[in-house]
């Protein structure tokens, strides 16, 4: 079926030309990344994770919240989703390829990798990560290619992938699950130390992935008049409402609990992130744009009238994964390090090479999101 990759029109050929081309630029920060460290980077040993870890930990939830999609058509036999499963499927593919190299990256030498490999050590989280993101990429390369495969024969899938679906169902959940463990398991790191972490990880994801997979099926039925059909879009867009409401409220339960507790450790990067610290407030405009978009999405999205507006629902789908990305990358995890154990306050801005090596990482996920949706596509439109 890869075949089909080689074929198409004059804008296809161009779009992946310029993505090789642009991959190029990028892959040009990142050789000097590997000649000269992490130093090039905005991180210092006060702030260790910065824009990797925090496209990261964003990426793992888009990876996971194909289950959304995953759980209504396979366990419950809800076939509107028929024409977008597999372009899930294929979007947690893009993003669990995305999630590992932005590890790669943050490693500073890439040889280190080897160390989780070669010493595996049970009680890290970091090695259950690497193992979980590794086992569902196999999953659903597995699932979706062997599917899309049988749809092409016009034959039932073999039986063997049935079990697999179900186990991927848990495997998504977890994946998250363990990203999240990695912060909460942090004593020194009171504003990851949650029992609530994981949970807010799953809402966050399940309402921004399949919002990023929306908009994405929209461009597509506005380039190629792909239509995946008015009542799964209205099914996604009632789940993306849900999970949306569940991680803002998750998130006020944070707030809650660390303020009125009164205990310093759980304000101060609250405080850091909303109103500033002794005039370090970098983050401030991003925290109260995160929020007000949040709002903007919520009422957007709440009201049924609204929500299945065709000119509105994109408005409040790009609120929303903004104010996700922003809330659940750079505000999640740079608060996790200001104040440091010992309140001092080191800031932190990702420099010029460091945004144009995630843009190189996000590169990669864009080709390969376009060969397997091209593949995907292909074969949907030659079975109607």
């Given at each position: 079926m890869i075949d089909k990759a080689l074929y198409g029109s004059k804008k296809y050929w161009a779009w992946v030309l310029f993505l090789i081309l642009f991959l190029a630029v990028c892959f040009h920060f990142y050789l000097i990344q590997f000649s000269e460290g992490l130093k090039i980077t905005g991180m210092s040993r006060n702030v260790s994770w910065g824009l990797y870890i925090a496209q990261f930990t964003y990426l793992v939830g888009v990876a996971a919240s194909a289950v959304m999609l995953v759980i209504p058509y396979y366990l419950h036999h809800y076939k509107a989703f028929s024409r977008m499963i597999i372009l899930g499927e294929f979007m947690a593919i893009a993003a669990v390829l995305m999630c590992m190299l932005f590890i790669f990256v943050d490693l500073g030498q890439p040889i280190r990798v080897l160390n989780v490999l070669l010493y595996p050590q049970l009680h890290s989280v970091m090695f259950w990560d690497m193992t979980v993101?590794?086992?569902y990429l196999i999953l659903n390369l597995l699932i979706g290619w062997t599917t899309l495969e049988a749809e092409r024969k016009s034959v039932m899938p073999p039986g063997w992938v049935k079990p697999l679906i179900y186990l991927s169902v848990v495997w998504a959940i977890s994946i998250h699950t363990v990203t999240a463990f990695l912060y909460a398991g942090l004593p020194g790191r009171p504003f990851w130390m949650s029992a609530i972490m994981a949970a807010r990880f799953l809402a966050s994801a399940f309402c921004s992935g399949p919002s990023i997979l929306l908009l994405l099926v929209f461009l597509v039925q506005k380039l190629i008049k792909y239509d995946v059909g008015e009542e799964a879009v209205n099914a996604l867009s009632k789940i993306?409402?849900?999970a949306m409401s569940a991680n803002v409220f998750l998130l006020l339960l944070e707030v809650f609990t660390a303020f009125y507790s009164q205990i310093p450790d759980e304000m101060n990067s609250f405080k850091y992130l909303y109103y500033g610290i002794d005039g370090h407030d970098t983050l401030v405009p991003f925290m109260w744009t995160s929020a007000g978009l949040a709002v903007v999405s919520l009422a957007l999205l709440i009201p049924p009238s609204l929500r299945n507006n065709k000119k509105l629902l994109p408005v409040?789908?790009?609120a929303l994964v903004i104010s996700t990305w922003i809330d659940k990358g750079m505000g999640l995890i740079v608060a996790g390090f200001i104040p440091n154990p010992f309140d001092k306050i080191t800031e932190y801005l990702p420099t010029f090479p460091e945004i144009m090596i995630t843009l190189g990482v996000y590169t990669?996920?864009?080709?390969?999101?376009?060969i397997l949706w091209k593949v995907?596509?292909?074969v949907k439109e030659?079975?109607?």
């Amino acid at each position: 079926m890869i075949d089909k990759a080689l074929y198409g029109s004059k804008k296809y050929w161009a779009w992946v030309l310029f993505l090789i081309l642009f991959l190029a630029v990028c892959f040009h920060f990142y050789l000097i990344q590997f000649s000269e460290g992490l130093k090039i980077t905005g991180m210092s040993r006060n702030v260790s994770w910065g824009l990797y870890i925090a496209q990261f930990t964003y990426l793992v939830g888009v990876a996971a919240s194909a289950v959304m999609l995953v759980i209504p058509y396979y366990l419950h036999h809800y076939k509107a989703f028929s024409r977008m499963i597999i372009l899930g499927e294929f979007m947690a593919i893009a993003a669990v390829l995305m999630c590992m190299l932005f590890i790669f990256v943050d490693l500073g030498q890439p040889i280190r990798v080897l160390n989780v490999l070669l010493y595996p050590q049970l009680h890290s989280v970091m090695f259950w990560d690497m193992t979980v993101l590794a086992g569902y990429l196999i999953l659903n390369l597995l699932i979706g290619w062997t599917t899309l495969e049988a749809e092409r024969k016009s034959v039932m899938p073999p039986g063997w992938v049935k079990p697999l679906i179900y186990l991927s169902v848990v495997w998504a959940i977890s994946i998250h699950t363990v990203t999240a463990f990695l912060y909460a398991g942090l004593p020194g790191r009171p504003f990851w130390m949650s029992a609530i972490m994981a949970a807010r990880f799953l809402a966050s994801a399940f309402c921004s992935g399949p919002s990023i997979l929306l908009l994405l099926v929209f461009l597509v039925q506005k380039l190629i008049k792909y239509d995946v059909g008015e009542e799964a879009v209205n099914a996604l867009s009632k789940i993306i409402t849900y999970a949306m409401s569940a991680n803002v409220f998750l998130l006020l339960l944070e707030v809650f609990t660390a303020f009125y507790s009164q205990i310093p450790d759980e304000m101060n990067s609250f405080k850091y992130l909303y109103y500033g610290i002794d005039g370090h407030d970098t983050l401030v405009p991003f925290m109260w744009t995160s929020a007000g978009l949040a709002v903007v999405s919520l009422a957007l999205l709440i009201p049924p009238s609204l929500r299945n507006n065709k000119k509105l629902l994109p408005v409040a789908l790009i609120a929303l994964v903004i104010s996700t990305w922003i809330d659940k990358g750079m505000g999640l995890i740079v608060a996790g390090f200001i104040p440091n154990p010992f309140d001092k306050i080191t800031e932190y801005l990702p420099t010029f090479p460091e945004i144009m090596i995630t843009l190189g990482v996000y590169t990669i996920g864009i080709f390969v999101l376009t060969i397997l949706w091209k593949v995907a596509i292909s074969v949907k439109e030659s079975t109607v």
